[in-house]
Each structure stands twice: as C-alpha cells, then as structure tokens.
C-alpha cells in the first residue's frame, strides 16, 4: 500500500532562514507526489507535484520539493521563510483505485506543523 | 473561474439528528472526492465519485454514511444519526479528465466543519 510519513509534528524557523519540511514514501510503482498547505480554518491548497522528470520541483510561493529515489523522500524547501508561511503543510501520495484503469484518492501525511517566528 | 465550492461551511447538529453537506466541483470536473480530518490529524479518504457512479468507497464508515453524486446538482454527504465522533472538517475536492491519470490533481475545497453536540 502507498503511504507517506512526515517524522516531525512541528518545525520552528527564524524568518529569512531556509526552511525545510520532511516526507518520507513508502509506493509500489512510480510514485506520484504531492505537497499541499493548510492554513487556520481554511482548506488546502496545492503546492506542488513530482510526476516524473526533474528531481527538483518547483511550485507555489516560492516553495520547492527534491525527489529522492534513492532516500525515498520528497521534503518541501524555501531558501528564505516568511511569516505568512506558517502554517501546516501535509505530503500526500495518489493512490491507484480498484481498478487499474481508475486513479482514486490521496493517501495524506499527518501534517507538519511550520511556525516562522519574526 | 470559481474554486470547489461546499456548504455549509459550519453545521451545528444534535445527537441522533441528519448531516448534509454538498460540494459543487470545480467547472468542468466531474470527479468529486471525500475527506474527512478529525481534530490535529490528517486528513482521510473517504469516498471517490463520478457523476451517478461510486468508484471507491473503501474510506466510508460502514453505517450511517452515504455519498452520492447525481447528473445534476452537487455531490452530497450525508451522515445519519450523528454522534459526538462525526465532529470533524470534511472536505471536498475535485479533479477533470477522465480519472485514469495519477498526475490529476485535485483540488480541494474550503471544508464543512461539523459540530455534533
């Protein structure tokens, strides 16, 4: 089965620090990854996505994420933090559904969360 | 063009009572799925559709839950007889294209907090 696992519960950055939030995969296949953002009483956005290609990805407000096959990871980065980045931020993988032909759900991380001190 | 879109966005209900949440998808999507994310968890899948079709309802409580999609109008949640565990944020998200592609991503809308009393 396809999981994802995100070993800390919270990061603390100084802003202007770079930043980094860990993932760790666990697929059977070609893995299909995907960063998203939650903020406070809000839903989530997408961030960004590795499907194949580039091992760096970038995406969203200045967020980008390095797929490493050889580690199994995926973490997300941002060279400098900004206290609007606080937040929590989830890694997902997609899930291939009962049939073979038919892509079904998103298998979330239990979150991480970011908190960027001034 | 607008996002997916759910209401209500706060449902207070009582012991025993009915819980309808909709999701109107993105325009042009007809792939609509559920989540559910209990309090400081992540989120959990519940259940896939298409439009009059249930693709995969592996996530979906056994009792009391039901989800359908029909060819006109949103996609509904709904929850019977609800009981202090169903308090949650439930989300909504949707994807186009045929479903087939892993590369699809989905797109989530803002949630409907439920509050069983």
Redesign the interface.
Known sequence: AQSVAQPEDQVNVAEGNPLTVKCTYSVSG?P?L?W?VQYP??????LL?Y?TGDNLVKGSYGFEAEFNKSQTSFHLKKPSALVSDSALY?CAV?D????D???????????TRLSIRP | NAG?M?NPRHLVRRRGQEARLRCSPMKGHSHV?W?RQLPE?????MV?LQKENI??E??MPKERFSAEFPKEGPSILRIQQVVRGDSAAY?C?SSQGS?????????????T?LLVL
């Open positions: 070609n299909y995907f998203y009483n809000r839903g989530l956005q997408f996505k499907i989830f997609r291939r559904g009962p049939r032909s038919s892509a079904s759900k998103i298998i979330f991380g239990s979150g | 997916v759910q799925y989540y968890e992540g989120l959990k899948f896939y693709i995969d592996s996530g989300f998200a479903g087939r592609s892993l590369r699809e991503t989905q797109y989530f809308g803002p949630g907090r």
